[in-house]
C-alpha cells in the first residue's frame, strides 16, 4: 500500500462541485492499493501515517505528529500511484489491486482511521474527484509498506 503524504495548511475532496470533506491542517494522503495488500497492509500504513513526524516542534524540527498538533487527515483513494512508468510513454497498472479488492481496503483504512482518529475526511473510491490543497512547506513524503 502506497501514501503519497503532504503537510497541508489545508484541503479538501469534491465530486461533482459537492465537498465531501475538508482538513485545516493535517496531513493530505494519497492511497494507492497493491493487488499484494491485505487489512493488515492498511492497518499497518493508518499506524504510520498517524505517527509520522513531518510537523515542527517549537524548535522548527519535524518532531510531531499529526495526533499531536490535533491535525486533520484527509484520506483520497488514488490508484495512478501503482502506475509503471519505467519505460514508453503510456503509464500501466499491472501492480494495482482489482477495483472490487482495492475499495474494500481503502474503507477499511477509512474505517479504522475514523475509529483512531478524530479528525478524518475522505474521498470516494471510484470517482472523478477534484482535490484542492495548499502545501505546507512545501513538505511531500512517499509512504509504502508492506
Known amino acids: 500500500m502506497i501514501a503519497l503524504i503532504q503537510r497541508v495548511s489545508g484541503a479538501s475532496v469534491s465530486v461533482g ?38 510537523f515542527p516542534d517549537d524548535g522548527g524540527r519535524m518532531n510531531l505528529d499529526v495526533r499531536q498538533i490535533e491535525g486533520g487527515l484527509l484520506l483520497v483513494p488514488q490508484f495512478t500511484l501503482l502506475a509503471d512508468t519505467r519505460k514508453g510513454t503510456r503509464p500501466g497498472f499491472s501492480r494495482a489491486a482489482p477495483p472490487d479488492q482495492a475499495a474494500n481496503l481503502f474503507q477499511r483504512l477509512v474505517e479504522a482511521a475514523q475509529a483512531a482518529h478524530p479528525r478524518l475526511a475522505a474521498g470516494r473510491f471510484g470517482a472523478d474527484m477534484q482535490v484542492s490543497l495548499v502545501n505546507d512547506g512545501p513538505v511531500t513524503f512517499w509512504l509504502e509498506v508492506e
Not at 32 to 51: F, I, K, M, N, Q
Request: avoid cysteine.
Open 17 to 54: 462541485g459537492v465537498e465531501l470533506g475538508a482538513i485545516g491542517r493535517g496531513i493530505l494522503a494519497l492511497i494507492g492499493v497493491a493487488g499484494t495488500d491485505t487489512p493488515e497492509t492498511a492497518a499497518r500504513l493508518l499506524a504510520r501515517l498517524l505517527s509520522y513526524r513531518i
